[in-house]
């Protein structure tokens, strides 16, 4: 177990994503049904949101469905749906109170009227709040999302010499968004999956064999303490101490 000094943490990360990945393994390896892994990859949620809170992240996306997600059978894509709305009934007024404000990464077109609702009144409802960002991958795509913006600028009428990667970067869900400094993927797989494939492109990974629904407040912890032990050079050469 890594000591809990403040020391590990003197960097915390500004904006932390995570692939929430192994529910369906959590489930099997106990014998229960692979919905039963979601549901309980939904209870660690309030801790893992409180813990970033707690040690002082500004912006929390968490990959929720993918746009590849669809190829489910479609009663498992169904219980997450049915999930999903549970878990902004029950959450929300809690979320609202401990303010943290819901933003959403993915396109709405293809969820149904009362959980597409939902998401926007939650939205809404909490748009003012500053404790932490959280933003919902909830149908999303990383080249989706690519090509929404590319449509985006072409309906736009942007001159080619003005799309330059800060522009570009308007046209994305995270708009208003510093890219994730650390992305943690649970359940031992070791790929992006389509997550934040343009944003991502310097942040730090962190990857656990931990399945989603067991991963919590320590795990997180350990993540943190594994990004301040790495040295992010941008392509530089690496800071000379004595100089
Ligand atoms: C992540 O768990 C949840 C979603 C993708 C919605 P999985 O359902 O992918 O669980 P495994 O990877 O099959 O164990
Ligand atoms: C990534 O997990 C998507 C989410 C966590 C929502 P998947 O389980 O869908 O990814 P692959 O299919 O193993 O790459
Ligand atoms: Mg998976």
Redesign the pocket.
């Known amino acids: 177990m890594i000591e809990e000094s403040p020391e590990n943490l003197a960097k915390i990360p500004t904006h932390v994503a995570i ?3 192994g529910n ?1 393994r959590w489930a099997l390896e106990k014998g229960l049904p692979r919905f039963a892994g979601h549901k309980a990859g939904t209870e660690n949620l309030r801790e893992v949101i409180e813990a970033s809170v707690e040690f002082g992240i500004q912006y929390l996306t968490i ?4 746009t ?2 669809w190829k489910r059978p479609q009663d498992e894509i169904q219980g997450l749906m049915r999930i999903f709305k549970t878990m902004l009934d029950r959450e929300l007024n809690n979320l609202h109170e401990n303010g943290v404000q819901l933003r959403h990464f993915g396109c709405l077109d293809r969820i149904d009227e009362v959980l597409k609702r939902k998401v926007i009144e939650a939205i809404e409802l909490t748009k003012d709040n500053q404790t932490l960002i959280l933003n919902v ?1 909830f149908n999303y795509g990383g080249r989706d999302e690519i090509l929404r913006a590319v449509q985006g600028i072409v309906k736009d009428g942007l001159p080619a010499e003005e799309v330059d990667e800060k522009t570009f970067s308007k046209y994305l869900y995270s708009a208003n968004c510093p890219d994730p400094d650390l992305i943690i993927r649970t ?1 031992g ?1 070791y ?1 992006c ?3 934040l494939i343009w944003q991502g492109a310097y942040s730090e990974w962190y990857f656990t064999p931990t399945y ?1 629904p067991d991963f919590g407040k320590e795990e997180l912890h350990q993540a943190l303490t594994a990004y301040n032990q790495r040295e992010r050079r941008y392509g530089e050469v690496k800071k000379d101490p004595d100089k």
Do not use: L, Q, T, V
Request: charged share 20%.
């Open positions: 692939i929430m990945d369906g990959y929720a469905f993918s590849e997600n991958a359940s797989e790929r999956s389509n997550f989603w």
